[in-house]
């Protein structure tokens, strides 16, 4: 009976996958929806996708001035510069870098909120952070 109970209430149901699924996809097409209408890469994305360029094109981590940046965490430059050996600009591949990430940050959100309370207020929560408007645009 208790394996019955842990498993109805696990994360990882069926019924729970497929309302992350259909989550995740909403997200990922307001977003790409939303792709259009935003500026080119700006501010700290110009250092982010630079450095991703120059770290892959065997420069090493180098910024726009020629100094080593140590500044900047290398995680999502990183990224940048795998996806840019892919495609033939390495704006587009920040792009899709940010629209993938921003796409499974509510799905994140979900898990957090779960672990402290419940599986339905995660999806609230979940759904607050594919509409919130600061989240869509970045």
């Known amino acids: 009976m208790k394996s019955l109970e842990k498993r109805k209430n696990s994360m990882f149901s069926s019924r ?7 989550m995740l996809g909403i997200s990922f097409a307001l977003r790409y929806y939303f792709m259009q209408f935003r500026e080119i890469i700006d501010t700290d994305g110009v250092y982010y996708a630079l450095l991703g360029k120059n770290l892959f094109s065997g420069k090493g981590y180098i910024g ?7 500044y900047y965490p290398p995680f999502f430059p ?4 795998f996806l840019g050996l892919f495609v ?7 792009e899709w870098i940010s629209l993938i ?5 509510p799905l994140a959100i979900v898990y957090l909120t779960y672990s402290m309370y ?3 207020i995660g999806i609230i929560a979940g759904i607050l952070t594919i509409v919130f408007p600061p989240f869509i645009e970045f």
């Open 16 to 22: 729970k996958i497929l309302i992350l699924l259909i």
């Open 118 to 120: 419940d599986f339905n």
């Open 88 to 94: 033939s600009d390495i704006q587009i591949a920040g």
């Open 101 to 105: 990430y921003g796409s499974l940050l």
């Open 64 to 70: 726009p001035e020629g100094i080593y940046q140590w």
């Open 78 to 81: 990183i990224n940048i510069g």
